[in-house]
C-alpha cells in the first residue's frame, strides 16, 4: 500500500499482518496530507510520517542495485489505477510511523531492463506526468516516480544523505574489488554444484 488512497478497503485489501486488529485511520491521515500538500509543504508533510534520511539511503540502495521493478516504478493498466510494488510498509506499533521494506528483488542488478527507456529518473520532477509512456507489446503504462507525492518530498528534502549513501557503496561494499571479491568466492562455493547440474551449461554461467 502506498499513501495515495484514502479508502478503508484500500488498505484492507493491501494488509499483509494483524488482518483482525488492523486500525488504519493513520495510513488513512497519511494520506489524505499527502494528497492535499503543495510542493512546497510536501517535505514536512512526509517527515511527520516517514523517516527522510532513512527513506533517502533505502532509495541510493535501490538505484545502485538498479531496482527497476521496485517501489519506484508505477504501473498503470486500462481498468486499474497506476501502483508501484515489491515493499511492505510496515506501521510502528506505539505512533503512526512508517517505515519502508523491500521485497521480491529478482529484477536487480541488469544495466538494462525489459521497459527500455520509458522509466525516468526517480528523482526527475519534470517528467511527463500527463502522458504516460505505453510500454512496448505489454497492456499497460510506466507513470514517471517524479509525478508521486512521496517521490516529490523526498526529491524537494535534504538530499546529503541520499548522496552520501551512494558515495559510501562506491567506497565499501560496491566497489569494483568488492564486488568482484564477493563475486570469485561466490563463484568457487558454487562451480562444482554447477558442474554436476545436467540443466546447466558451466560456460553459459560463468559468462
Known amino acids: 500500500a502506498w499513501p495515495v488512497n484514502v479508502s478503508k478497503s484500500?488498505?484492507?485489501e493491501h494488509l499483509k499482518t494483524n488482518e483482525d486488529v488492523a486500525d488504519h485511520s493513520a495510513f488513512v491521515a497519511f494520506a489524505?496530507?499527502?494528497i492535499l500538500a503543495s510542493d512546497t509543504t510536501l517535505p514536512q508533510t512526509l517527515k511527520k510520517w516517514m523517516?527522510?534520511?532513512y527513506?533517502?539511503?533505502y532509495l541510493a540502495v535501490?538505484?545502485?542495485i538498479a531496482n527497476w521493478d521496485g517501489v519506484t516504478t508505477f504501473y498503470c493498466g486500462a481498468n486499474w489505477p497506476c501502483v508501484n510494488h515489491n515493499f511492505y510498509l510496515y506501521q510502528e506499533e506505539k505512533r503512526p510511523f512508517?517505515?519502508?521494506?523491500?521485497w521480491d528483488l529478482e529484477a536487480t542488478f541488469n544495466v538494462g531492463h525489459w521497459f527500455g527507456n520509458n522509466i525516468e529518473p526517480w528523482d526527475n520532477l519534470n517528467a511527463v506526468c500527463e502522458d504516460i509512456p505505453f510500454v512496448p507489446g505489454e497492456d499497460h503504462f510506466i507513470k514517471p516516480a517524479g509525478c508521486d507525492q512521496t517521490f516529490r518530498a523526498i526529491v524537494q528534502s535534504d538530499r546529503k544523505p541520499y548522496y552520501n549513501a551512494l558515495k559510501e557503496l562506491l567506497e565499501t561494499s560496491m566497489s569494483e574489488k568488492s564486488m568482484l571479491d564477493k563475486i570469485n568466492k561466490l563463484t568457487e562455493l558454487l562451480e562444482p554444484y554447477i558442474e554436476?547440474?545436467?540443466?546447466?551449461?558451466?560456460?553459459?554461467?560463468l559468462a
Open 10 to 12: 484500500y488498505y484492507d
Open 32 to 34: 489524505k496530507q499527502m
Open 51 to 53: 523517516d527522510m534520511d
Open 55 to 57: 527513506l533517502q539511503k
Open 62 to 64: 535501490d538505484f545502485a
Open 98 to 102: 512508517f517505515w519502508i521494506i523491500p
Open 196 to 205: 554436476a547440474d545436467p540443466f546447466i551449461e558451466p560456460d553459459e554461467w
